[in-house]
């Protein structure tokens, strides 16, 4: 874990109610995809925990949902503001247990991360196939990012007005090896369930200190009591108790 103070380069509305801000700093912290950083903002207690989108030596790409007086107070922030921001934080995919062909399935902000995950593994050459789950066409993004890195992408929106109508379930009928995955625990328990192989799953959780000191994220499985924010937050799919 690293603490120091980055900028804000840019930050900008992509879709409905989602926002995308890149912040330059030291991003020597972070070491795999689907760790995450944690924000301070004036004025609140506790810091907002985000998964990392990207990175590189220097900067880091974020994607959140204003859903709360945190988020909505990230929305206002412009070019030059500073903020305190731990980085590194988390243990993230692994990507040494990865098959040939792999499914990565994102829901919402989980999205976010498997473009991370995903870049890592076009690097390395493996057949990717991404189901990105939204509730509205207004609500998608990154899907021609994901299309330049060369992943078959597939697009689900539960009210049908883009791609596939359903849940990513509706779109999980296809060749894979593997799989991963980030999203809400609803969609999270019902990946699991139409899964056919082994995967890592990354769950989303409230935090307070965010590197494992106040055991607020506790959680149970097979193997004794993790803390999503420390042992996570990528738990592997033989674990996980629901």
Not at 27 to 42: E, H, K, M, R, W
Not at 104 to 119: K, T
Not at 169 to 190: I, R
Request: aromatic share 8%.
């Amino acid at each position: 874990m690293k603490q120091g103070i980055f900028t804000v380069a840019s930050n900008k509305n992509i879709a409905a109610n989602t926002w995308e801000m890149v912040l330059l700093g030291d991003t020597s912290g972070i070491t795999a995809p689907g760790q995450f950083v944690n924000i301070q903002l004036d004025g609140m207690f506790l810091r907002r925990p985000i998964s990392v989108c990207h990175w590189e030596e220097g900067s880091l790409t974020i994607v959140y949902k204003a859903v709360g007086r945190g988020t909505e107070h990230m929305t206002s922030l412009g070019t030059g503001a500073g903020l305190d921001v731990l980085t590194g934080l988390g243990n993230g995919y692994d990507l040494t247990k990865c098959g040939e062909k792999i499914l990565l399935i994102g829901g919402g902000a989980g999205v976010a991360p498997m473009f991370g995950l995903c870049e890592a593994l076009a690097k390395s050459g493996k057949q990717i196939k991404v189901i990105l789950g939204f509730n509205t066409a207004d609500e998608v993004y990154y899907a021609e990012k994901f299309e330049k890195l060369g992943a078959d992408t597939v697009i689900t929106t539960v009210d049908g007005s883009l791609g596939v109508q359903g849940f990513v379930t509706a779109a999980m009928d296809c060749d894979y090896d593997y799989f991963c995955t980030c999203g809400p625990e609803p969609m999270l328990k019902a990946v699991y369930a139409a899964s056919k192989t082994s995967g890592q799953m990354s769950f989303e959780e409230r935090m307070g200190c965010g590197f494992g000191a106040c055991v607020g994220c506790t959680c149970e499985t097979k193997y004794g009591h993790k803390r999503i924010c420390k042992d996570g937050p990528v738990l592997e799919k033989e674990e996980i108790i629901w």
